[in-house]
């Protein structure tokens, strides 16, 4: 019941927190129902009412966690005859903005009753109906609109935690106005994830606009979004957000290779493993078990032995979401986790990707990583930098002026913001991009043509062969790719 | 023949007499579907690359074609058939109750084959339930895909109830007048079978026509498919709000086709001129025209809306469709279908039932093709076309053109061994025949004796124009004069 009454609530007006009436954002109704279905059952009817009113003030922020167990547990012990206190022990693992009334019911499940006299199954129906109700609570007035904290852990979210749950957001600040289109980053990506030939999770267009002969750059990785719609659409929840950072990730050993998640992401990044992958596993440092066996591991255990061997395949839940995907799988840009993951410290620390270093070690710093929660991260930093030598209004207007002495040249009232001109990809489209770019966006009329470096020059150190359109190469060479390759190369 | 008496013994004659042509189409579509298995092993073996997909933006290509355009073909088949089934029973149309079980019968083959697309679309088809069902009840909140799942399996489910509800009364009633081999089937499906389940199942048949006939706009065809496209943001020539109506008209278009195909050769192999009547054909052509004026009505309005001032995108997405040889040919054959029904509507004269079989031919060439173009067009000219590769390229291998014959092959396959089991004209159909002609409370007695084609047709096509078969009242009545008389021939 829970997942469609929520949502049913999500389009309602929101209901204020308590009224005089009664305490239950459903109403004064609800809340008898509930009570008269509460005294059915041995469940101390009064208990439950104000145990369901604090449970809704705990979710509110009004009082704190600490508040609300001590305040109950003196109660349930009485009421539940338990001489330990397994319940409230085990509820204080839950986090209640996480809890549904399902989760809330699978972990009193758990709840083991010591105490024979109580049947296990009377136990169950007062507290199923104690917890469905504090758990229509928590729903109710949970304010985030994320039905989706809900999932349990082996299940994978859709949205990043909310500002103050998650750890980062990763992102990135990409200066198109550096950039010179000399391909480093596209290189540093393939070397770092071992990408089939013309899956080019990062890509940069060389473009020209309306009014202007010069050629424009745009770096196009992965944008990370927020909202991204390729997880919403996922029919397995392969491609997902990770909560505690942002970002987007696909779960290769989910992943039925339906291909929604490309046809949704409206940036066209996804790469679709079509055929065999041109890097064979064995060369990619990973990890000698089975997702499984990685996944049942514990956490500080799993960390070590990814660590260990510089792991770049897992990340840190135990997941194969990292390097280019095997065989009728979806891939993109996956912000290097083993590097956010501190799996491979030695030759990528965290807060650092490979297309950013490839682009700094070829002396252009375009491509600014880190948290964008962070102020104090390298892409704001970075931008507020920018925004700083930027030109205002007012400057530019006076020095306008200046040269050509003209009254008309009088500016505007100046106003104080920055001129420098940013803007994020399809912003209309609400998918929330994590990606800002400095610089100008490419118009309606702006054409692709033919950039500086050309993509079948670059070499890497896998030796697979890099194309720009990956069609051409599936059609014509994929198949027969490994003893055609010179002869590929050289068209 | 124009005076035969149509019986329970005509029914069952297909499961008794195997011509020579039985085991020829037996032969050749099996040795069909056998080589285009082979070919989807090849597919397994090799993967989709061996397809002409690519990955849409830079990749060059488009990542669904022929095999999704296949897939809501099929779909459309099958939900428009089970919705003349549902309209059959639900509004006492008599007059197609010979072609009722024909329409379920083919929404369960056409329903087998869709999902069948689904599988060779998959990129690992392996997963399909590891992945599905465990992140299941989270996925069917927010992707279109679970949905789809659903509804698909809800329709399966529904539609093979409802098959097997009205079978089990014709097999309990013909379980002397079949070959011995099925009896130990036929016991079977009569498990704990009274003849007082006869109005209980009558009722839940209509409860079920009356869900489907409800449901099918808004859940399937005219919902939850075209939601699959018109609720991504990423692809313009997929949005908007005609995507319903438009995808149900074309269902039923093709399902009626379907059945007109179908009846046909029936009619032809078990001479059942006198069970499926040319007047059924008459008006089944004449729904086709309605139905067929429906698609290229909302077609006009598509195209309306996507040029005439228009933004950038839905114009050059609706400019690439209209100009493009496979729509203008679909439109074509729409329009000289069009141009049949409404002449032999006016002159009944120019009416013949293979001309009523070419058209319907024509009208699931046409479809396919819109359904496949609709796909390809929409993925050619996404929101975001910058990447030079946009529009890329599609034309489908030929793996992916083999698959349509070889799962037209295959549902073909179906209905012949289906043929040989069961009879595939309900028995209702063959009573009602009877009750039908001595009420004669329909004014329309030309049921039994449209067969010679004399001076009745004049008059009778004129009715058809109006009188669609559509009978409200009286439905109860006739039920119950037909349950007294089954009584009867039962004996
Ligand atoms: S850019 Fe595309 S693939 Fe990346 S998160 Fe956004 S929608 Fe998903
Ligand atoms: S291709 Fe994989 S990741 Fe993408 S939507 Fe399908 S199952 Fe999810
Ligand atoms: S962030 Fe990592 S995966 Fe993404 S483009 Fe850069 S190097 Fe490639």
Redesign the pocket.
């Known amino acids: 019941m829970s997942a469609d009454d929520a949502n049913d609530r999500q389009d309602e007006p929101r209901h204020p927190y308590e009224t005089d009436e009664s305490f239950h954002p459903l109403g004064k109704e609800w809340e008898e129902q509930m009570r008269d279905e509460l005294e059915e059952t041995d469940f101390d009817a009064d208990l439950g009412m104000q145990m369901a009113r604090d449970a809704q003030r705990l979710v509110a922020g009004e009082i704190t966690e600490e508040e609300f167990y001590s305040s109950y547990h003196d109660d349930v012990e009485e009421e539940f005859d338990v001489d330990e206190r397994p319940v409230f022990d085990d509820i204080e693992n839950i986090d209640f903005d996480e809890a549904t009334d399902e989760s809330m019911l699978e972990s009193l499940k758990d709840v083991d009753f010591e105490n024979e006299d109580i049947s296990r199954r009377k136990m169950m129906k007062k507290m199923g109906a104690g917890a469905a109700f504090l758990g229509y609570g928590a729903y109710a007035t949970y304010e985030n609109q994320n039905t989706d904290d809900a999932v349990p852990q082996d299940i994978s979210g859709i949205r990043p935690a909310g500002e103050g749950d998650r750890d980062h957001r990763w992102g990135m600040v990409i200066d198109l106005e550096r950039c010179d289109g000399c391909l480093a980053c596209v290189t540093g990506c393939i070397n770092e994830n071992g990408t089939s030939t013309g899956a080019n999770w990062m890509y940069v267009f060389t473009y020209e606009d309306e009014d202007t002969d010069q050629q424009n750059f745009l770096v196009r990785p992965?944008?990370?979004?927020s909202n991204?719609?390729?997880?919403k659409v996922c029919p397995v929840r392969a491609r997902h957000t990770r909560e505690n950072d942002g970002l987007?990730l696909t779960d290769y050993e989910t992943c039925i290779g339906c291909r929604y998640?490309q046809v949704?992401?409206?940036?066209g990044?996804?790469y679709f493993g079509w055929g065999e992958p041109d890097v064979p596993m064995e060369q990619i440092a990973h990890l000698e078990a089975t997702p499984d066996e990685v996944q049942a591991m514990d956490p500080d255990e799993r960390h070590d032995a990814l660590r260990d061997v510089q792991d770049h395949v897992y990340d840190d839940r135990g997941r194969w979401v990292d390097s280019r995907p095997p065989q009728g799988v979806m891939g993109?840009c996956t912000m290097c986790p083993s590097r956010q993951d501190e799996h491979t410290p030695d030759h990528g620390p965290k807060g650092t990707v490979a297309c950013m270093d490839a682009c700094d070690e070829a002396g252009m710093s375009a491509i600014h990583f880190g948290d964008m929660d962070d102020p104090d991260s390298r892409p704001n930093r970075y931008l507020e930098h920018r925004k700083d030598v930027e030109e205002s209004p007012g400057d530019k207007a006076e020095r306008i002026a200046e040269e050509e002495e003209e009254d008309w040249a009088d500016p505007p009232a100046p106003h104080h913001t920055t001129q420098l001109s940013t803007f994020k990809l399809l912003e209309d489209l609400n998918?929330q991009?994590n990606i800002t770019y400095i610089g100008n966006e490419p118009g309606p009329e702006a054409e692709q043509v033919e950039g500086p470096v050309r993509y079948s020059s670059l070499s890497n150190d896998w030796g697979v062969e890099v194309v720009d359109n990956r069609k051409e190469h599936l059609d014509y060479g994929a198949q027969a790719n490994r003893s055609n390759q010179e002869q590929e190369a050289d068209d | 023949m124009a005076t035969k008496e149509s019986g329970p013994e005509d029914i069952v004659r297909p499961l008794h007499n195997t011509s020579k042509w039985w085991y020829i189409a037996f032969g050749i579509t099996a040795a069909i579907s056998l080589v285009w298995l082979t070919i989807y092993g090849y597919q397994l073996e090799e993967g989709l690359v061996i397809t002409a997909l690519s990955d849409w933006g830079s990749g060059g290509g488009v990542t669904w074609g022929l095999y999704i355009g296949a897939f809501i073909w099929w779909v459309g088949i099958a939900h428009g058939g089970i919705i003349l089934s549902a309209a059959v029973r639900l509004f006492g149309m008599t007059k197609y109750q010979p072609v009722a079980r024909v329409a379920e019968l083919l929404t369960i083959a056409a329903l087998a084959m869709a999902g069948l697309y689904i599988l060779v679309h998959m990129g690992r088809p392996d997963r399909v339930v590891t992945s599905v069902v465990p992140s299941y009840p989270w996925t069917v909140q927010s992707s279109p895909l679970a949905w789809d799942i659903t509804v698909i399996t809800l329709y399966f489910v529904m539609t093979a109830t409802y098959l097997g509800l009205t079978l089990r009364y014709d097999a309990h009633r013909l379980r002397d007048q079949i070959p011995g081999y099925l009896s130990p089937l036929y016991r079977f499906i009569t498990i704990g079978y009274t003849k007082k389940e006869d109005q209980i199942v009558e009722r839940m048949v209509w409860w079920l026509a009356l869900g489907i006939i409800i449901m099918a706009p808004l859940l399937l065809h005219g919902g939850v498919i075209p939601w699959l496209f018109s609720l991504m943001g990423s692809m313009p020539g997929w949005q908007g709000a005609v995507q319903g109506p438009q995808f149900l008209s074309i269902a039923l278009t093709s399902a009626i086709s379907g059945v007109i195909i179908i009846s046909f050769l029936l009619r032809r192999a078990y001479d059942w001129e006198h069970i499926i009547t040319e007047d059924v054909f008459r008006g089944l052509t004449m729904w086709l025209g309605l139905f067929s004026l429906l698609f290229v009505w909302l077609q006009l309005q598509q195209v309306i809306n996507g040029v005439y001032a228009a933004g950038i995108s839905s114009e050059t997405v609706m400019m690439a469709t209209i100009t493009h040889p496979v729509y203008i040919i679909a439109i074509g054959i729409m329009a000289v279908v069009l141009a049949y029904i409404f002449a032999q509507a006016i002159r009944p004269g120019v009416f013949s039932i293979p001309r009523s079989l070419m058209a319907s031919v024509l009208v699931l060439y046409a479809t396919l093709t819109e359904k496949i173009l609709f796909v390809v067009e929409g993925l050619q000219y996404p929101e975001f076309s910058l990447y030079a590769g946009v529009p890329g390229g599609y034309f489908p291998s030929i793996w992916e053109m083999s698959s349509v014959v070889g799962t037209i092959a295959m549902c073909t396959l179906i209905f012949l061994v289906i043929i040989k089991i069961f009879p595939v004209v309900e028995l209702h159909a063959v009573e009602d025949h009877h009750d039908h002609d001595e009420s004669g409370d329909h004014g329309d007695s030309s049921h039994d004796d449209s067969g010679d084609q004399g001076t009745a047709v004049a008059t009778d096509g004129g009715a058809t124009g109006l009188d669609l078969g559509i009978e409200t009242a009286g439905t109860e009545n006739e039920r119950a004069t037909a349950d007294g008389q089954t009584e009867v021939t039962d004996k």
């Open positions: 992965c944008q990370h979004c991204a719609p390729c997880a987007v998640c949704a992401c409206p940036y990044v996804n993109k998918t991009p």
